[in-house]
């Protein structure tokens, strides 16, 4: 989980801790637990990692509903995979209508901060991302 994109504090140290103790360790209510109480707070990474256990079913029952609110949350807060994925939602029509409009713009705001697959989808759907 450690990455140059995000920034040292102890909410960044709880998720990794997670990852290492929980997820690698396949016990994802666990997982799942820990993270919420980060979500809850605002923490953009625990956001999208709740929408993740939500629409996977990993560690809580599938609920795509609660997975688009949590990717949202993400989103909204800035972090680039929540944005990549809400960009997803929109284009695959997961738990919304589909919408390449809006699937575009996340897709475009995921790629401005250098997520690699969100500038991939770009160069693939043809949106400038300056303009």
Same mark, same amino acid.
């Given at each position: ?8 504090? @102890?909410?960044?140290? !709880?998720?990794? &801790?997670?990852? &290492?103790? +929980?997820?690698?360790?396949?016990? +994802? #209510? ?6 919420? @109480? ?8 625990? &956001? ?12 809580? #029952?599938?609920?795509? &509903?609660?997975?688009? +609110? ?26 919304? @209508? ?5 699937? !575009? ?18 160069? #693939?759907?043809?949106? @400038?991302?300056?303009?």
């Amino acid at each position: 989980m450690a990455s140059a994109y995000y920034k040292p504090c @102890p909410e960044l140290d !709880r998720c990794n &801790e997670l990852i &290492e103790k +929980y997820w690698k360790t396949e016990q +994802y #209510e666990k997982c799942f637990s820990g993270y919420l @109480p980060l979500a809850e707070q605002g923490y953009p990474l625990a &956001e999208c990692q709740v929408g993740y256990f939500y629409l996977e079913g990993q560690g809580v #029952e599938k609920d795509l &509903e609660k997975a688009l +609110y949590w990717t949202e949350q993400a989103a909204i807060h800035g972090d680039w995979d929540g944005q990549f994925n809400l960009g997803w939602f929109y284009e695959e029509g997961t738990a919304v @209508p589909a919408d390449m409009e809006k699937a !575009r713009h996340w897709y475009k705001q995921a790629a401005l901060q250098g997520h690699e697959l969100a500038l991939k989808k770009c160069v #693939e759907l043809g949106i @400038p991302l300056y303009s």
